[in-house]
């Protein structure tokens, strides 16, 4: 019996020690970030928009088809950029572009809106990177590729000085007329 009863004092004092820990372990301060819910994702910010001072942690699934990022700048940023959106097996199911802009110290929050057709639901992670017309500059083309104007074409001088009467007729018109 007297097992029995130091058995139960100790589960209890047990059971005190985890739920005291718990209480302290939590923060009761309004600043406290709270629990993650289901819609939050993981972002992977591209490096160029890392050194640019772009700072992207997370986004969220807020609508049946957009995703929201909450973007703080270190520094003056303005850029076009990609949003892409990848389910568990890392294939890409979407992606959306917008721009994005703020000057130092600034934050906000964005809505990337999908394709309706986009099951945003399977999207496990997120990906986000310059619009790449931004970060490739436009082939040049050659001189040699762009054809000429009709100005620009230099007027033969042989063809000037052929007169109609001289012009060769093509054979089948010459065959026919020696059958006549």
Do not use: W
């Not at 009709?150 to 059958?179: K, L, M, W, Y």
Request: glycine share 4%; with cysteine; aromatic share 6%.
């Amino acid at each position: 019996m007297k097992n029995k009863t130091v058995f139960a004092l100790l589960a209890t004092a047990v059971a005190a020690s985890v739920g005291i820990f718990a209480l302290c372990a939590c923060d009761q301060r309004n600043d406290a970030v709270p629990v993650e819910s289901s819609d939050m994702r993981q972002i992977n910010l591209a490096d160029d928009l890392r050194d640019d001072g772009l700072r992207i942690d997370r986004v969220q699934l807020v609508k049946k088809n957009s995703a929201t990022v909450y973007a703080r700048y270190e520094k003056p940023f303005s850029a076009s950029v990609i949003l892409a959106a990848f389910d568990r097996t890392g294939n890409e199911i979407g992606r959306s572009k917008r721009t994005l802009a703020g000057t130092t110290d600034e934050a906000g929050y964005f809505d990337f809106g999908f394709d309706s057709r986009v099951p945003m639901k399977s999207a496990s992670y997120f990906s986000l990177s310059r619009a790449s017309a931004e970060t490739a500059p436009a082939p040049e083309i050659p001189d040699c590729a762009i054809p000429p104007s009709a100005e620009e074409i230099p007027a033969d001088p042989a063809a000037e000085n052929v007169s109609e009467e001289t012009v060769a007729e093509p054979a089948e018109t010459q065959s026919a007329a020696v059958a006549e």
